[in-house]
């Protein structure tokens, strides 16, 4: 019977491990110094060379011409290395599979056995235990002892998939045992490891089929070494070509996701299901078919970002390259999205076609994302490069004035029905416009004196804010919304409760006086205290922004809103809202193309 090629091509020697260098070093190391420890730890995933490395360090142990090199490699040609290496029986060397043999009394039966000395004076016993974590608590707790003060030349091997078990079964095993951690083995690795044993055994293959056989893997040699085996069985002659490989794999053509990647481009929906049924009649697993297609649209993401998707096959990347600026980099964002949170549901499900077929439905259905300042620009409303939208689009504010060094205007005050006791105000205060209202541009001088001594009232002179020798820079209240949290954390960095009470509040108006009116989005008596108490660190903090401000209004809403129960198209309308706060060219958006938020 012919020997597996896992079994035949097993490593030898430290330096034929495949990637673990950072494991392999140290144990020959360790041996060449006479340093080594009574227990290890091996942890990593399957197929990585736990259990391989378990043997080289007892054969190098126990290895009869071990002092003649003094490099801690072992021979592998003398009769106790050719023995530990096939598995056959020996003394010194004994395997034990913890997942056959995990209870208390197995474990007192090794603690007992490790009592025995070695054959010989050079020699040591080795105890490799495989799948160590499938030991009960009560096992771990009978070999504490021996761990912690093993017999003279003998060393335990632990090897795990799931390190994290055992520290939950058994947390003190750990600080007994020096921990290695292996690592996957990549596929260029395994296409250079396949490629050394093909190449030895005298087969013919096609580099593409090792990639592919490399990525069926998932980052264990050892499968992909079974693998090979499985394809080279199929068919009247040894050779491992794409085909065959696919088809002993069960993998899914590579046309199969170009022709799904098209009709999801050309957006034709009605189309999926005649592809999905192809896909049924081929007895594709939906699963696979899921994790490929994902893989598909990442690659084809890193293509069309300007990057370069690794393990790809040359014909596939081609593919991808041409087909690049067909779907944008925010759509295949979306669409790998949408995957992953199916791909829960699509495991548990014993309705799979109906998931796939919907969910590439959805793909091909899908509004494709738009440069919403290009759309703006057409319908004539582009944003300006300070971020308020303009022509078309709605003006929520228009720009402030800016002071000059003339001197200051004078207004005529209001008859005295209408205001009994004139009284000089620097700004009118500000409406329940959700932007702030805006006071008109201001007559001239001689224009406004005139009219007021005809009504025979009192020109009073406003008095003018302490100005810069430089004109104060315009600032609107979209580019103070803007940067508000940075005005809050400037505020909690010196007093944290009154950032806690700008933080409810939003701004919505800003006079070219310097006057800031901000509002409270609901009421509450305990913020409005904070800020009236800390308006000179509110104001310190708003000249980050708006270096004029010299003067804070704080205003409460005029009700309390009433209490509603939440619903789903209230909470996407708040949602709504607030974004359009936020990002005004946004909201201009929302306003102008009736936008709706997707889920």
């Known amino acids: 019977m012919a020997l597996a090629l896992a079994r035949k091509y097993r490593p030898k020697s430290f330096s034929e491990v495949a990637v673990q260098s950072h494991v392999s070093n140290t144990l020959k190391g360790a041996i060449a110094r006479g340093r080594v420890a009574?227990?290890?730890?091996?942890?990593?995933?399957?197929?990585?060379?736990?259990?391989?490395?378990?043997?080289?360090?007892?054969?190098?142990?126990?290895?009869?011409?071990?002092?003649?090199?003094?490099?801690?490699?072992?021979?592998?040609?003398?009769?106790?290395?050719?023995?530990?290496?096939?598995?056959?029986?020996?003394?010194?060397?004994?395997?034990i599979d913890a997942a056959s043999n995990r209870s208390v009394d197995d474990a007192r039966e090794l603690r007992e056995r490790a009592m025995y000395a070695p054959t010989g004076e050079d020699r040591y016993k080795v105890y490799i235990v495989d799948e160590a974590h499938m030991l009960t608590r009560e096992a771990w707790n009978a070999l504490l002892k021996v761990l912690e003060e093993p017999p003279p030349r003998v060393v335990f091997v632990f090897a795990t998939t799931e390190p994290q078990k055992i520290a939950q079964t058994a947390a003190p095993i750990l600080s007994r045992l020096q921990r290695f951690d292996l690592?996957?083995?990549?596929?260029?690795?395994?296409?250079?490891?396949?490629?050394?044993?093909?190449?030895?055994?005298?087969?013919?293959?096609?580099?593409?089929?090792?990639?592919?056989?490399?990525?069926?893997?998932?980052?264990?040699?050892?499968?992909?070494?079974?693998?090979?085996?499985?394809?080279?069985?199929?068919?009247?002659?040894?050779?491992?070509?794409?085909?065959?490989?696919?088809?002993?794999?069960?993998?899914?053509p590579e046309d199969e996701y170009l022709a799904?990647?098209?009709?999801?481009?050309a957006r034709r929906a009605g189309d999926v299901f005649a592809a999905v049924a192809r896909l049924a009649d081929a007895g594709v697993d939906f699963t696979l078919f899921l994790a490929g297609l994902g893989d598909v649209l990442r690659a084809l993401l890193a293509t069309a970002l300007g990057g370069t998707a690794p393990d790809l096959s040359e014909r596939l990347r081609q593919a991808l390259d041409e087909r690049r600026e067909r779907i944008?980099?925010?759509?295949?964002?979306?669409?790998?999205?949408?995957?992953?949170?199916?791909?829960?549901?699509?495991?548990?499900?014993?309705?799979?076609?109906?998931?796939?077929?919907?969910?590439?439905?959805?793909?091909?259905?899908?509004?494709?994302?738009?440069d919403l300042e290009s759309v703006l620009r057409e319908l004539g409303g582009a944003p300006t490069p300070s971020g308020s939208a303009a022509g078309g689009a709605r003006r929520s504010v228009p720009s402030t004035a800016v002071e000059t060094p003339a001197p200051p205007p004078r207004r005529a005050a209001p008859p005295p029905s209408a205001q009994p006791a004139p009284r000089p105000q620097p700004e009118s205060r500000a409406t329940g416009s959700?932007?702030?209202?805006?006071?008109?541009?201001?007559?001239?001088?001689?224009?406004?004196?005139a009219p007021a001594r005809a009504a025979g009232t009192t020109v009073l002179e406003r008095p003018a804010p302490p100005r810069?020798?430089?004109?104060?820079?315009?600032?609107?209240?979209?580019?103070?919304?803007?940067?508000?949290?940075?005005?809050?954390?400037?505020?909690?960095?010196?007093?944290?409760?009154?950032?806690?009470?700008?933080?409810?509040?939003?701004?919505?108006?800003?006079?070219?006086?310097?006057?800031?009116?901000?509002?409270?989005?609901?009421?509450?008596?305990?913020?409005?205290?904070?800020?009236?108490?800390?308006?000179?660190?509110?104001l310190t903090a708003l000249r980050l922004v708006v270096p004029?401000?010299?003067?804070?209004?704080?205003?409460?809403?005029?009700?309390?809103?009433?209490?509603?129960?939440?619903?789903?198209?209230?909470?996407?309308?708040?949602?709504m809202a607030s974004l359009a706060k936020r990002d005004p060219t946004l909201g201009a958006a929302i306003s102008e193309l009736d936008l709706d938020l997707l889920d």
């Open 328 to 370: 944008a980099p925010a759509d295949l964002l979306r669409m790998l999205q949408l995957l992953v949170e199916a791909e829960p549901r699509f495991r548990r499900s014993g309705q799979q076609r109906l998931l796939l077929e919907t969910l590439l439905v959805r793909f091909a259905l899908m509004d494709r994302a738009v």
């Open 434 to 449: 959700a932007f702030g209202d805006w006071a008109p541009p201001e007559p001239p001088p001689e224009a406004s004196a």
């Open 38 to 95: 009574h227990g290890y730890l091996l942890c990593g995933p399957r197929g990585t060379g736990k259990t391989t490395l378990a043997r080289v360090l007892a054969m190098a142990l126990n290895c009869e011409v071990r002092g003649a090199k003094g490099d801690g490699e072992p021979c592998g040609e003398c009769a106790s290395c050719r023995r530990i290496w096939s598995g056959a029986s020996s003394l010194d060397v004994v395997e």
């Open 183 to 252: 690592r996957r083995i990549g596929p260029a690795e395994i296409r250079e490891r396949l490629t050394a044993v093909l190449t030895a055994e005298g087969v013919s293959f096609e580099p593409e089929a090792l990639g592919m056989i490399a990525r069926a893997a998932d980052g264990g040699l050892r499968d992909a070494l079974s693998l090979t085996d499985q394809v080279l069985s199929l068919g009247a002659d040894a050779r491992v070509t794409t085909d065959r490989v696919a088809e002993a794999l069960g993998l899914v």
């Open 548 to 575: 004029n401000a010299s003067r804070l209004v704080v205003r409460a809403p005029d009700s309390p809103a009433p209490v509603e129960r939440l619903t789903t198209e209230s909470v996407r309308a708040e949602r």
């Open 260 to 265: 799904i990647l098209d009709l999801v481009a």
């Open 468 to 538: 810069a020798t430089s004109a104060a820079p315009v600032v609107d209240v979209h580019t103070l919304a803007e940067r508000w949290e940075e005005v809050v954390e400037q505020a909690r960095s010196t007093r944290p409760l009154v950032g806690t009470a700008l933080a409810a509040t939003l701004p919505v108006a800003i006079a070219a006086s310097g006057v800031v009116t901000v509002e409270l989005q609901e009421a509450n008596d305990a913020h409005v205290f904070a800020l009236e108490s800390g308006r000179d660190d509110v």
